[in-house]
């Protein structure tokens, strides 16, 4: 996983972004892993590059949360207690009230 993943793509441009793209390519298939990218809009600029990128690709959108909206709200705190749960200590922090 790879989160800002939009930095990785900054300076390049021409055949150096299409380079970029072939080493991801790569890494996903030597070390037969799924990437995964994460970071802003400007993903989509590179994805579309490469018609193979875009058939492997799925773009999943996450909305901001809405701290005025209740809902938003309790959903922030389920996803951070999961969170909690998951790590590997003796007992789940509360990151909901700290």
Same mark, same amino acid.
């Given at each position: 996983m790879i989160d800002e993943a939009q930095h990785l793509f900054t300076l390049a441009s021409g055949r150096r972004l299409e380079d970029q793209l072939n080493v991801l390519k790569s890494l996903a298939? /030597? $070390?037969? =892993?799924? &990437?995964? #990218? @994460?970071? =802003?809009y400007e993903l989509f600029r590179v994805r579309n590059l490469s018609g193979q990128l875009s058939r492997r690709s799925i +773009?999943? &959108? @996450? %909305? /901001?949360?809405?701290?005025?909206? !209740? $809902? +938003? /709200?309790? =959903? @922030?705190? /389920?996803? #951070?207690? =999961?969170?909690? *749960?998951?790590? %590997? #200590? !003796? *007992?789940s922090p509360d990151l909901v009230t700290s």
């Open positions: 298939n /030597r $070390s037969n =892993t799924v &990437h995964v #990218l @994460f970071g =802003t +773009d999943i &959108h @996450f %909305p /901001r949360y809405d701290a005025a909206k !209740a $809902s +938003d /709200r309790r =959903t @922030f705190a /389920r996803i #951070l207690q =999961t969170f909690a *749960e998951q790590m %590997p #200590l !003796a *007992e």
